[in-house]
C-alpha cells in the first residue's frame, strides 16, 4: 500500500511542470509537484553560468495563459538573463501560490503503473510513496547532462565546473588561466564573459558551431506598451509559425529563387535584426544543400569579417554539417572574443583531448596548465530525464526497454503501455525545434483538457494505440527526412551520448501542423488513444 493517494504527480518545477500544476490544481485535482531541485525553475534553477540567458525574445518566451501575470511582468532585456528568468519563474510560484504543493530537493526514482487499480505508484529518494491515477513527466529535454568522461578529470587539482551546474555563489575567474571545453550554445554564451575576467581562456573545440548575433539590449517603454497592447495578436503569430517564434518571421521564397544580391540583401537584413530570425529568411534553407549552403557561406563570410586572425577564423568556420542542423547559437561577442589576446582556440578535431591532467589537460600534441576548467558539453536530450528514472508500465515492462531502438510515442504525449502518464514537451513533439513556452502551454493545456475529459465521463485510463503511435512515429522520421537535419551529428538525433539509438527526436514538421493533429486527436475523442472506464 502506498502511504499517499493524489489525483496526479508531477515530475518537475520548471517551466513546464509550474503551468502544469496550476492547471490540474484550478481543475480541482489533489497534486503534488516533486522537483530535484533547491528550488523551482527548471533550465532556469541549474544553467547558472555566466552569460546564460534565452535565445528566443523574452516577450515571446513568457507564459500568456494569465492576463494578469502578463500585464505585470516587465522584462528588462531583449533577451532575459538567467537571473531574470529564474526571478520570473518564482514570481509565478509565488503568484499562484504553487510552493504549498511543491516538494523540492526530491527525486522521483520509480513509477510503476498497477494495471488492477490503473493508478501509477510513484517513490521519491525522500521516501515519499505514493499512489496517483495520473504522472505528468515535465522533466525537461535538456535536464540530465551528459557524463564527464574525460580520464583523469577527478584527479585535476585545480577548480571544475560544469556550465549544467554552476554554483550558486557564482565563480571569479579573475587572473586565472581557464580551459573551456565545448563549443555548444553553453560555451558560447559563457566564454566572453569569462575571457573578459580571466587571465587566459583556452577554448577546446572539436565541431564549430553556426552562432548569430542576438543584438540584446534593454527593452525600451515603447517595445513594453507595444507588446502589451499586442500581445495575443503576436501569441497568434508565433503559433502560426514552424518554430512558434514570431522573430522567425519565415518567408515562402525560395533562396534559389532569388539573385545573389536578393539573398545577400535578405541575409544582411536577418543578421541586423538579429537571433533565429536567420532562418526564416527563405523557404528552402533546411530543405535543400543548395540554398543551405548560400546561407551557411553568408556566415562564414561575417566570422572572417569579424574574426581578424584567417587561421582562427577558418577554424570557427563550420564545415562539416549545413546550417540550422545543428541548433544555432544566439550569441554576444563570441567570435569577437577571439580577437583577444588572451583567447586562444584549440581544434580538438585535429589533436584530440588525450585526459585531463592533475594541472590540466593533454593533448595528443600539447600540455596545457589551468587553475579551472570549464565542461561545457552538452546534455543526454530528451530521454535522458525520463530514462533516469526507474518506469514500468503494463505488464512491468520498462520504458527504457520499449525505447531501446530510440523514443516512440504519439504526439510526443503519451506512449503505448504507459496509461495515464503524459509527456510535457516529449520526443516526437516540436519541442526544442520550437519556441519551449509556446510549445510547454500547448501541451500543458492539451493534457489538462484530456484529464477532464476523462474526469467527466468516469474513464479510468487512456493511453496511446500501438497503431497510432507506430503510424506517428514513422510520420516523424518521414518529416525529418525530407530535411537536412539528419545529416549532423546533434543531440536531436542523440549522436553526443555514447551507445544512443540515433533517432531523429523532434518532431519538425512545425507548431502549426503538430497543434492540429493534438486537436484533432482531442475533437474526435480522443482517436489514436485507448480509454478504459474506471
Ligand atoms: O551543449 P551542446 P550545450 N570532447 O551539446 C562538445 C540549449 N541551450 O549545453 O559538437 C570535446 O550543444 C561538443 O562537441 P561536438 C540549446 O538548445 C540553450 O552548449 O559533439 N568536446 C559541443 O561543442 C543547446 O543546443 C541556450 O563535437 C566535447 C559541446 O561540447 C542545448 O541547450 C544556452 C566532448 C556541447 O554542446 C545544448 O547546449 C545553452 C568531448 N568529449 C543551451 N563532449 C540558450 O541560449 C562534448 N563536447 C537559451
Known sequence: MAAETLDAVIVGAGFSGLYMLHKLRGQGLSVRAYEAGAGVG?????????????????????????????????????????????????????????????????????????????????????GDDISAKFVVMATGCLSVPQELNFEGAERFKGESYRTSSWPHEGVDFTGKRVGVIGT?????????????????????????????????GPTTKEQLADWRANRKRYREEAMAQGFGVRQIDGQERMALDATPEERA?????????????????????????????????????????????????EKLTPKTYPLFTKRLCVDTGYYDTFNRENVSLVDVSADPIQNVTPDGLRTKEKEFSFDAIVYAIGFDAMTGALNKIDIAGRGGVKLKDAWAEGPRTHLGLMTAGFPNMFIVTGPGSPSVLCNMALAIEQHVEWIADCIAYMGARQIGAIEATAAAQDAWVAHVNEVANMTLYPQANSWYLGANIPGKPRVFMPYIGGFPLYKQACDAAASADYEGFALTRS
Request: glycine share 6%.
Open 184 to 216: 555548444g550554445s553553453s560555451a558560447i554564451q559563457s566564454i566572453p564573459e569569462i575571457a573578459r575576467q580571466a587571465a587566459h581562456v583556452t577554448v577546446f573545440q572539436r565541431t564549430p558551431n553556426y552562432s548569430v548575433p542576438a543584438h540584446n
Open 42 to 126: 527548471g533550465t532556469w534553477f541549474w544553467n547558472r553560468y555566466p552569460g546564460a540567458r534565452v535565445d528566443i525574445e523574452s516577450q515571446e518566451y513568457s507564459y500568456t495563459f494569465d492576463d494578469g501575470l502578463a500585464d505585470e511582468w516587465e522584462w528588462s532585456e531583449r533577451y532575459a538573463s538567467q537571473p531574470e528568468l529564474l526571478r520570473y519563474l518564482n514570481h509565478v510560484a509565488d503568484r499562484f501560490d504553487l510552493r504549498k504543493d511543491i516538494q523540492l530537493e526530491t527525486r522521483v526514482e520509480s513509477a510503476a503503473f498497477d494495471e488492477s487499480a490503473n493508478r501509477w505508484r510513484i517513490v521519491t529518494d525522500t
Open 265 to 313: 540583401a535578405a541575409y544582411e537584413d536577418r543578421w541586423a535584426r538579429g537571433g533565429f530570425s536567420l532562418g526564416g529568411a527563405f523557404a528552402d534553407i533546411v530543405l535543400n544543400k543548395e540554398a543551405n549552403d548560400t546561407a551557411a557561406e553568408f556566415v562564414a563570410g561575417k566570422i572572417r569579417q569579424i574574426v581578424k586572425d584567417p587561421a582562427t577564423a
